[in-house]
């Protein structure tokens, strides 16, 4: 609503120098043509007929430029036009009283034609009508014409009323300056004193939109702090994973990938979800996301991780109503599950893929790519039995992490340099290795807006359940 009426003040305020323009071109009009007027009264009462034709013809032009500008709205070419006369019309009258000093420097009356046209004119225009008003200036100096006497400059007007035309002059001319003066120096300090006002007026919304900002900063804070409450902790899961790493890089300040653990019984299942959008929109997916993976697992006791991913996509189906309004909204996943009954682990993705590294080389094991066609039809997901060794590593990841840009050729960082980044360090310890990960990750970007969240979870099987895994290997090779 502020940012409505900011607008409408601001359009308020064109329209409102643009009526001071309109008003300052009447003051010009109106002081000019008294003068004229003036002009035409003292010609008639001295007998100078012919030359009282000059400025009785500036008072009918101004009186038809001043309707023509109110009936046609051209008040730009108006003002031009009006300029002109001003400025020509005095030197053309000193020509017909005599010249220069016959008519007592009559000239002078184009100052303030000159003076009005600098206060509502354009820049670039009142340069050009300055340019004029000096051409004229030094062309009727010098050369001072003079229209109907034979006997040259200053010989038709007795020096008596040669000195009172001057006085005149000077005085009228004088009189008008200041007076168009003072008005603009009114109209200025009205327009500083507005200024100050609107000045005011945009500090009081800026605050008022920095108060609002860190409200909703402060409430998304918050909201990650919720967020981070509901991650597990992994570890605390010794009997399972020895070390882990975790980058957690939300495009906002919350995001929609996340991750999520939990055990029933003899299962335990690990989880990355990516879900869509990102910020706000994506957290509150990820909590929906969250609240069906905790009643499929712990109510009803899923038994696979094809499984999980299955009836995730089909409660999303549902509570999302996919299937008629064919929304894209969802969320991709990654699920490891793992049995302690017979220490297998076993992976299933929708739009999400896993690496195994083991002593320098990398497996990548494919989700199944998500399609608008298995919309309540998640049959077609499988699950992949994963060998681990000593030494093995598991990573799982969003695709915001191989499809950044960099601000170079706009190229995705992509799985081939996640899986060269990740066989690079695999002789170094797991931490330092998603730290050196992240940070190619990070210089790659640059000064690249980041697209998505970011997720890349890594980790190593403890050796109790190595040691159990080989154990049940042995015994089934016997």
């Not at 001071?20 to 100078?48: E, H």
């Not at 200036?137 to 035309?165: C, H, M």
């Not at 094809?306 to 996943?333: H, P, Y």
Request: charged share 15%; proline share 2%; aromatic share 10%.
């Amino acid at each position: 609503m502020k940012s409505v009426g900011m607008e409408n003040r601001t359009t308020s305020a064109q329209q409102q120098n643009e009526r001071i323009r309109t008003k300052m071109f009447q003051y010009l009009c109106a002081g000019l043509s008294i003068g004229a007027l003036s002009w035409f009264a003292i010609c008639l009462s001295v007998g100078y007929f012919i030359p009282a034709i000059i400025p009785g013809a500036f008072i009918l032009l101004t009186i038809i430029n001043l309707v023509l500008c109110r009936s046609t709205g051209r008040t730009t070419l108006c003002m031009h036009f009006q300029v002109l006369i001003s400025l020509l019309l005095p030197f053309l009258f000193q020509s017909t009283l005599g010249g220069l000093f016959s008519s007592g420097m009559v000239m002078f009356w184009s100052f303030v034609a000159l003076a009005g046209a600098l206060t509502f004119q354009r820049r670039a225009s009142a340069m050009i009508w300055i340019s004029f008003e000096v051409a004229l200036i030094l062309y009727w100096t010098f050369v001072d014409p003079v229209f109907g006497n034979s006997k040259g400059p200053n010989a038709l007007v007795p020096i008596e009323l040669q000195r009172r035309f001057l006085a005149f002059n000077i005085v009228a001319v004088t009189i008008l300056i200041f007076s168009l003066a003072f008005y603009f120096v009114r109209i200025q300090g009205r327009m500083r004193k507005r200024l100050h006002e609107v000045r005011q007026e945009i500090l009081e919304v800026n605050q008022a939109l920095e108060d609002r900002n860190a409200e909703v900063a402060q409430g998304l804070r918050y909201a990650r702090h919720l967020q981070s409450a509901t991650l597990p902790d992994l570890t605390a899961q010794g009997d399972l994973f020895a070390n882990s790493f975790i980058m957690d890089r939300s495009k906002d300040l919350v995001g929609g990938d996340i991750y999520w653990f939990g055990r029933c019984n003899e299962r335990s299942f690990f989880v990355l979800l990516d879900c869509t959008g990102h910020g706000l929109s994506g957290a509150m997916l990820s909590m929906l996301c969250q609240g069906i993976l905790n009643e499929l697992v712990y109510k009803d006791q899923v038994s696979s991780a094809s499984d999980l991913i299955r009836r995730t996509q089909l409660a999303l189906d549902v509570r999302l109503n996919r299937g008629r309004s064919g929304t894209k909204d969802g969320a991709e996943m990654a699920v490891l599950c793992f049995d302690h009954g017979k220490h297998t682990v076993h992976f299933s993705g929708l739009g999400c893929s896993l690496l195994l590294e083991h002593a320098g080389e990398v497996v990548q094991l494919r989700g199944q790519r998500p399609l608008p066609c298995m919309i309540a039809n998640w049959e077609s997901l499988t699950d992949s039995r994963i060998p681990l060794f000593g030494g093995t590593r598991v990573f799982v990841y969003s695709d915001g992490v191989v499809d950044q840009f960099n601000g170079g050729d706009h190229a995705k960082f992509s799985t081939k340099r996640l899986v060269q980044e990740v066989a690079t360090h695999s002789g170094t310890p797991l931490n330092h290795a998603g730290s050196s990960i992240a940070a190619a990750l990070e210089k790659w970007t640059g000064d690249t807006d980041q697209l998505d969240d970011m997720l890349l979870i890594g980790f190593e099987m403890s050796a109790a359940w190595i040691n159990a895994d080989a154990k049940v290997h042995a015994s089934s090779a016997a």
